[in-house]
């Protein structure tokens, strides 16, 4: 009978795995073909994936044999207008989106493109806005105003400062007996964040570009880390651009939760919510109900996706 764990991290061919909730890792290798559901990706297994394996009688590496299904999953597409995808990550409790200001500036286009991939493989997502500490009121107008944005789109929005211990209690209870992901571009601070929860851990920590105002990537691999409060998180190297993955485009607005919301007010069924008459959504943009912003990445993805199939 084949024993199963959870991947915890994932070098190329080499696999650790641990049967969560104990921490004990261990080495593994995938020897000949593993059926697996997920087709065109570039890493048949993901941190989080639990599979089954068989022990070496000689010591040596298990061997993974099986995958079973999962959960949910976080994927983006692999490359600008790739056919393939990449799985972040798999089987988490919680997502954290890590965004800054400035420091470097975060695009609405990845944060909203990054959102949609959690409702629509149903990961439930946390938008934490980091660096507080070294905003301008300027910026702080802008911080003001994501948290308007995702608040009323049905998200929790917290502010943090990796640098002040005070501001992480909240997020170490709310890690407490789960599986966490941290994700974000590269320089935002996720890695920083972490070990505000768990000084203990050993996680490089680098500065922005001074040239670019842009992250450089200092996690090299997806690896998941056991917290000393309780609870594990997955620390993933940054995200430059965020494709999306099986969204077909006349369901895309069922992933945006405000359009989900009143949508059933369209006069039309399907309605994209461009150029329909009687559109309830686009009734509501104009009335300051849904904001701008957010239907403005809308109309975006519904580009890239007709770039994807040309």
């Known amino acids: 009978m084949n024993n199963q764990a959870t991947v915890v991290k994932h070098t190329g061919s080499h696999y650790l795995l ?14 000949g073909k593993l059926r697996i559901e997920e087709q065109k990706s570039t890493n048949p297994l993901a941190v989080g994936d639990i599979v089954e394996y068989k022990e070496d009688p000689a010591g040596g590496y298990a061997t993974i044999t099986g995958v079973l299904p999962r959960r949910n999953c976080i994927i983006r597409r ?53 660096k507080m500490d070294l905003y301008t009121e300027e910026q702080l107008e802008r911080v003001s105003r994501y948290e308007e944005i995702y608040s009323a789109a049905g998200y929790r929005v917290v502010r943090m400062s990796a640098l002040d211990p005070a501001s992480a209690e909240w997020l170490r209870e709310d890690c407490k007996g789960r599986v966490c992901l941290f994700s ?4 935002v601070g996720k890695s920083s964040i972490i070990i505000s929860l768990d000084p203990s851990l050993k996680l490089k920590v680098q500065e922005i570009s001074d040239a670019h105002l842009q ?17 594990f998180v997955v620390d993933s190297p940054g995200i430059r651009g965020f494709g999306l993955v099986n969204v077909n485009p006349l369901e895309l607005s069922n992933y945006f939760p405000e359009m989900l919301r009143i949508e059933s007010g369209c ?4 309605c994209t919510h461009t150029h329909e008459p009687g559109c ?13 912003e957010r239907y403005d990445s809308y109309l975006g993805m519904l580009d890239e996706d007709e770039k994807y199939r040309k």
């Not at 998941?224 to 409060?229: F, G, N, Q």
């Not at 009335?287 to 701008?292: D, H, K, L, M, T």
């Open 215 to 231: 992250g450089k990537h200092t996690t090299t691999f997806y690896e998941m880390h056991r917290l000393s409060s309780g609870g």
């Open 78 to 130: 692999a490359t600008n207008l790739s056919r393939q995808s990449h799985i972040i990550a798999a089987n988490i409790d919680m997502a954290y989106l890590v965004i800054t200001i400035d420091f470097p500036e975060i695009k609405q286009q990845f944060i909203d493109r990054f959102l949609v991939t959690c409702q629509a493989y149903q990961v439930p997502v946390t938008i934490i806005i980091n």
């Open 18 to 31: 641990s049967p969560l909730p104990e921490w004990r890792p261990f080495a593994a290798v995938i020897r």
């Open 267 to 270: 006069r039309f069924t399907p």
């Open 184 to 187: 974000g571009q590269s320089g």
């Open 280 to 292: 309830a959504v686009k009734a509501a943009v104009e009335a300051g109900e849904i904001a701008w």
